[in-house]
């Protein structure tokens, strides 16, 4: 059987129904016209996140009855959106079960697409039509950490941003100046409230998001590019609100090997293509079973039925909490420390490294021993219990098809939120001095900025804004002299990257011993990490398993 993503699936559901694929409850075509004549939800950055997370929701709600589907909206690279035109905007999210079985679902909860790049009048002129519209009551944002940055501690807007605030409103480049124009959009068409959602991975992301958005709005107003009331207009949250989330949902980038078992399923265009931005891009998403959306209960323009597909609503506290939780210290700083040690050991898979016991050692440290004394508990929500899920079932799940390489990306924007508010708590309560396995994964960090691996290998570094900056500030690092480690002494006192000044908490130390360790030959970082694991072990006497000793150089 040939299964084709287009417009002429909608009669053929029953064809994806037989081949083993969860089909939609309703119908697309009504569902477009009516997304089209009243939108209510827009979201910004049509990344796979998106696909795996607020596709899925809006698919239930529309399952669920719901009219409205998601008018998705991308801004860098113009192949996100021709990618998903090419399906008429269908694509397929696949689970990946544990025992090597998939689950897909044809999802057709967007309804639109739009193209924002500056030299695509059409899309703009689409996206300023939506934002007219009064039933516009939801703007979602996956635009990564990097993408919130608009302006240095003295307000001046940063290189990348400074030309759309010059040039003011109009067909920006940037996110965060492009939703704040097509909000002054809102604004002059009479100033419908409305909320803004970041669903990017880290704690309070509403407030975040506030600060840049007001912060392009301020300097539109001083330079006379947009009248003071619009100022006021984004920053009165009874007419654009904020609300906070937490996601969670470990999505790797399309993999070649789901794309053969969808093929077999008879799906056609199944392939994995490259962005011409970089990275892959496909007709489909690859994820896990669990997924977790907290959202703070603060829409003002009225909300989706998101409890027809299992989200969390709740209080700005109870978003915090679990925010907190997964963000600071149950999983995501164990996925830091994993990804850039793993890219150090040849490590390609994260499912891979859970089977070594010195890097199931390591993700115990940073989790169980340093992240989970010092956790929130979000009510309803079990941290212990979480993390435990993290550990004992998410990460090692070979279905899933995640590397250490992806979550490498951007480190430099992550380590203030995944160890910084940790070591801040440690540090409250007087025991930061004791904290051993955080400070060995901020020293990974470094070592692996070398782009050198525990081979002696060369390495591509994941993609990453600061790094041409930070490999200046590392110039006096070098590998087969451990003294070295002492030149990263200013890069860990800057609070902007660590989210504390390593070096006034005191943990400087610690961080360029391991450091030092690691710098000292091939093979150097295993030894630091076996020999850390082997002194934390109760019993002392664990060895690598197979699959850390055929990385062992
Ligand atoms: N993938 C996951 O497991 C996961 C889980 C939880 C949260 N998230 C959040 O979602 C974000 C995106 O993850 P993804 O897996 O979809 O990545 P992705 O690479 O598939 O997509 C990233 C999207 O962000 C856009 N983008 C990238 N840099 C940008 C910038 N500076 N300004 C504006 N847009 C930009 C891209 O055009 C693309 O649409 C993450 O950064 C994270 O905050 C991801
Ligand atoms: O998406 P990022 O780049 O913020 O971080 C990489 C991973 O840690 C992240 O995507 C996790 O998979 C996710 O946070 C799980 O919910």
Redesign the pocket.
Known sequence: MSLALDSDSFDRFDEFSAAGFRVPQFDPRVMRKATTAAPTWVHLGAGN?FRSVHAIVAQAMLDGGHETGIVLANLRDHTVVENSRRTDDLFVNVVMNADGTIDPALIASVAESAQLASDAATGWDRMSAVFRQSSLQLVTLTI??KGYQTVDASGEALPEIADDVDCGPARNRTAIPALASLLLTRFHAGGTPIALMST??FSDNGDRLAQAVRSIADLWVASGQAPAEFADYVSDRQRVAYPSTM??????SPSPAVAAMLAERGLIGADVRERSGGGPLASFSNTESTS?LVVEDDFPNGRPPFELAGVLVGDRELVSRADRM??CTC??PL??AM?VVGCLLGFTRIAHMMDDCDIRALVEGVGRHEGLPVADTPSGLDPAAFLAEVIDVRLPNPGLP?SPQ??A??TSQ?LGIRFGETIRRHVDVGDAQHLTWIPFAIAAWVRYLLGVDDDLAPFERSPDPLLPAIDNRLKGMRIGDPETASSARDLLADEAIFGVDLVSVGLAPTVEGHLGAMLAGAGAVRRTLHRLADSTRPEHTAKPSAAARSNHS
Do not use: G, Q, S
């Not at 996601?247 to 790797?252: C, L, S, W």
């Open positions: 996140f990564t950490e990017d991975n996601v969670d949902r470990i999505t790797p977790y997964k963000v999983l995501n996925h830091t990804a995640d992806r979550i990306t951007d992550k």
